[in-house]
């Protein structure tokens, strides 16, 4: 079956520009994660959804940084105003519920550098 | 401060030999481990777990040792294969807590199998 898909796989933008990053969980995925992996370092925790509870925003560096998740399924990750710090690949993952006995399916990412 | 720590950034095994990668975490919170492995320009697969309950998990190829009392875990991954090389990633979690969904990241071993 279809894996977590993210869009797009590449992004260069201007420092102070607006993006927008898509994820598309597994099907039936109730649970959906953002992470960050900037250049050698490991991957860093950044937003939680599961099914129609309030996210878990704790790992959002900044405000500028949000996201949402409609309808339970595809999410969004804004981050405006970009500064060069932001780049990264940008990792989204789904599991069937937010149990840590359930293993996070990962997508390919979104590397976004900030020129 | 980085609460799991991969200190080796890189490992090259011959093939059929055993490859081990190690994992220190700091935090005595953390009762749940991962393994993950990342091929480049795709997304981390879930390789195998351990609960703080057990203190091995055998998978194949892979096993997973888990030493509470040091805080260190270990891979062990035998024969190694040309395959397996890949970035290796450590997580854990503090798995009976509420956000037990939330990993923490090592940041990565490179593991070279060579022929």
């Known amino acids: 079956g279809a894996g977590v898909s993210q869009s797009p796989s590449n992004k260069v933008t201007e420092k102070g520009k607006d993006v927008e990053l898509r994820c598309d969980p597994i099907s039936g995925h109730t649970a959906l994660y953002w992470y960050r992996q900037s250049l050698g370092q490991g991957l860093e925790f950044l937003i939680y959804?599961?099914?129609?509870?309030?996210?878990?925003k704790s790992g959002l560096p900044s405000d500028r940084f949000s996201a949402e998740r409609t309808g339970g399924s595809v999410s969004t990750l804004t981050i405006q105003r970009t500064q060069q710090e932001d780049s990264a690949v940008y990792l989204c993952?789904?599991?069937?519920?937010?149990?840590?006995?359930?293993?996070?399916?990962f997508g390919d990412g979104t590397r976004l550098s900030i020129l | 401060d980085q609460q799991v720590k991969q200190n080796s950034p890189s490992l090259s095994v011959q093939e059929g030999r055993i490859s081990i990668l190690n994992c220190d975490y700091t935090?005595?919170?953390?009762?749940?481990f991962l393994w993950y492995k990342k091929y480049p320009a795709e997304g981390p697969t879930f390789l195998i777990s351990i609960s703080s309950i057990k203190d091995k998990n055998e998978d194949g190829r892979f096993t997973v040792f888990l030493n509470k009392s040091a805080k260190h875990l270990s891979l062990h991954i035998v024969p190694s294969q040309p395959g397996d090389s890949a970035v290796y990633f450590c997580?854990?979690?503090?798995?009976?807590?509420?956000?037990?969904?939330?990993?923490?990241f090592g940041k990565g071993t490179l593991l070279t199998v060579n022929p």
């Open positions: 959804f599961q099914g129609n509870s309030a996210p878990d």
């Open positions: 997580a854990a979690s503090a798995g009976s807590g509420g956000s037990n969904y939330k990993l923490t």
């Open positions: 993952a789904s599991s069937l519920a937010g149990q840590i006995n359930q293993p996070q399916h």
């Open positions: 935090n005595s919170m953390f009762d749940y």
